[in-house]
C-alpha cells in the first residue's frame, strides 16, 4: 500500500515564527503537492514538484516556499507564519505513470497564535 | 476552463437509505481522468476509483457505484444501504492529460448518516 506520512498532525505557532512541514512517500513517486483545507474553500493547491529540485506554483503559493531535495522528502516552508496561515494542510503524491491518482497524508492542522 | 462542481454541499441521509452524490465537471479535453476521494472525520483523504474519459462502463463496489456519463459530463457516486462509517466529505477531482498530475477538485460534498 501506498503511504504518505507528514511529521506532525497538530502543530501551534506562533506568528512571525518560521514552519516547516514535512512529508515522505515510500512509493517512489515522482510527483508530490501541497494543498491547503480551509471550510468553503475546499483543497486548494500550493505547490506541486515533479522531481527531485523542480517545484512549480500552484494556485494560493504567496507566503510558502518548498523544498525537494530527495525524491521522497518534500517540506512545506511558511517563511513567517500569520494567523491566516491557520488551516489544514495535506501532502498528496502520485506516480507519473497510470493514471496518475493521488495518495494523500493525513494532514498537519497548524494553528498560528 | 476545466471545473469540478459538487452542488451539494451537505446531504442528511437515515442510516440504510440509499445516497447519491452528484458530480458535474467542465473540460474541453477529449481525454481525461475523474477521481472520487473521501475524507473521514480523521481528514486523511483516501482514493475511491478512477475513471478514464474512454471507459464509460459504470462501475460496483460492495455498495458503492458509479454513474459516468458524456453526455452529461458527470460522474454520480451512489452508495446503497447507506451507514454511519459513510458520514465523510466526498471530493470528485479532474484531471488533464497534460496537466501532470495535477488535479481539480469539486467543493465537496458533506454526507451525515444517521442511525
Known amino acids: 500500500d501506498v503511504k504518505v506520512t507528514q511529521s506532525s498532525r497538530y502543530l501551534v505557532k506562533r506568528t512571525g515564527e518560521k514552519v516547516f512541514l514535512e512529508c515522505v512517500q515510500d512509493m517512489d513517486h515522482e510527483n508530490m503537492f501541497w494543498y491547503r483545507q480551509d471550510p468553503g474553500l475546499g483543497l486548494r493547491l500550493i505547490y506541486f514538484s515533479y522531481d527531485v529540485k523542480m517545484k512549480e506554483k500552484g494556485d494560493i503559493p504567496e507566503g510558502y516556499s518548498v523544498s525537494r531535495e530527495k525524491k521522497e522528502r518534500f517540506s512545506l516552508i511558511l517563511e513567517s507564519a500569520s494567523t491566516n496561515q491557520t488551516s489544514m494542510y495535506l501532502c498528496?503524491?502520485?506516480?507519473?505513470?497510470?493514471?496518475?491518482?493521488?495518495?494523500f497524508g493525513p494532514g498537519t492542522r497548524l494553528t498560528v497564535t | 476552463a476545466q471545473k469540478v462542481t459538487q452542488a451539494q454541499t451537505e446531504i442528511s441521509v437515515v442510516e440504510k437509505e440509499d445516497v447519491t452524490l452528484d458530480c458535474v465537471y467542465e473540460t474541453r479535453d477529449t481525454t481525461y481522468y475523474l477521481f472520487w476521494y473521501k475524507q473521514p472525520p480523521s481528514g486523511e483523504l483516501v482514493f475511491l476509483i478512477r475513471?478514464?474519459?474512454?471507459?464509460?462502463q459504470n462501475e460496483i463496489s460492495g455498495r458503492y457505484s458509479w454513474n459516468f456519463q458524456k453526455s452529461t459530463s458527470s460522474f454520480n457516486f451512489t452508495i446503497t444501504a447507506s451507514q454511519v462509517v459513510d458520514s465523510a466529505v466526498y471530493f470528485c477531482a479532474l484531471r488533464r492529460v497534460n496537466q501532470g498530475g495535477k488535479l481539480i477538485f469539486g467543493q465537496g460534498t458533506e454526507l451525515s448518516v444517521k442511525p
Open positions: 475513471r478514464n474519459s474512454f471507459d464509460e
Open positions: 498528496a503524491s502520485s506516480s507519473d505513470r497510470g493514471f496518475y491518482e493521488q495518495y
